[in-house]
């Protein structure tokens, strides 16, 4: 496992979670980008935010304002601080290093309006 995504739960609209996306092995978080994606049902997955290996940081539109990403070097996590939670931003998270082509496994949020 290179990539292992925590911290999804169900929480009401408005509230808030924190995503965990640890890196292991051969994956250095401060030395790759790495992507936050999200896919909910029925729906194609998305880029939600990444920070690459200079702390570059990106957002979807529909989550400026709202989410945050972060990373810990000494602990290899790269979080994604998601506030003003909203029913569609019910999904399946993923964390990936996408260039390198390794993917965590999925953490479910769901938003209850």
């Known amino acids: 496992v290179q990539l292992q995504a925590s911290g999804g739960g169900l929480v009401q609209a408005g509230g808030s979670l924190r995503l965990s996306c640890a890196a292991y092995g051969s994956i250095r978080a401060n030395r790759n980008t790495i992507a936050w994606y999200r896919q909910a049902p029925g729906k194609q997955r998305e880029a939600v935010a990444q920070i690459d290996s200079r702390g570059t940081i990106t957002y979807v539109d529909s989550v400026k304002g709202r989410f945050s990403i972060s990373r810990d070097d000494a602990t290899n996590t790269v979080f994604l601080q998601m506030n003003s939670l909203k029913p569609e931003d019910t999904a399946v998270y993923y964390c990936?290093?996408?260039?390198?082509?390794?993917w965590g496994q999925g953490t479910l949020v769901t938003v209850s309006s």
């Open positions: 990936a290093a996408p260039v390198r082509g390794y």
